[in-house]
């Protein structure tokens, strides 16, 4: 059974940095695509940032330039780094996980692997 697991989410000032990890259990998923997705209260869930199983990445347009996705698949985690942070930025970070097929984009509909949610928090 496949088990993401995020942390490094937080409160922070605007301008601010943080980084998130998805620890992923139950599987090796180096050739997965991951993604973290982000939801707002009243906000329809929507895509940050996706890395396809050869590293390729893309990003939303409001966090480009300022969010970094990486992964590590000796460690079997996924990271978000996140610099410059707006107060637009606060909400709940999901990471999610697409198997068997690998699409590497923003829809939510593709992954079907999802964990539990880190809160990020950032004050103006």
């Known amino acids: 059974q496949v088990q993401l697991v995020e942390s490094g989410g937080g409160s922070v000032q605007a301008g601010g940095s943080l980084r998130l990890s998805c620890a992923a259990a139950?599987?090796?998923?180096?050739?997965?695509?991951m993604a973290w997705f982000r939801q707002a209260p009243d906000k329809e869930r929507e895509g940050v940032a996706a890395?396809?199983?050869?590293?390729?990445?893309r990003y939303a347009d409001s966090v480009k330039g300022r969010f970094t996705i990486s992964k590590d698949n000796a460690k079997n985690t996924l990271y978000l780094q996140m610099n410059s942070l707006k107060p637009e930025d606060t909400a709940m970070y999901y990471c999610?996980?697409?198997?068997?097929?690998?699409?590497?984009?923003?829809?939510?509909?593709?992954?079907?692997?999802w964990g539990q949610g880190t809160q990020v928090t950032v004050s103006s």
């Open positions: 999610a996980a697409e198997s068997p097929s690998c699409s590497g984009g923003l829809w939510k509909y593709s992954y079907n692997f």
């Open positions: 139950g599987h090796t998923y180096s050739r997965w695509c």
């Open positions: 890395i396809d199983s050869d590293g390729r990445s």
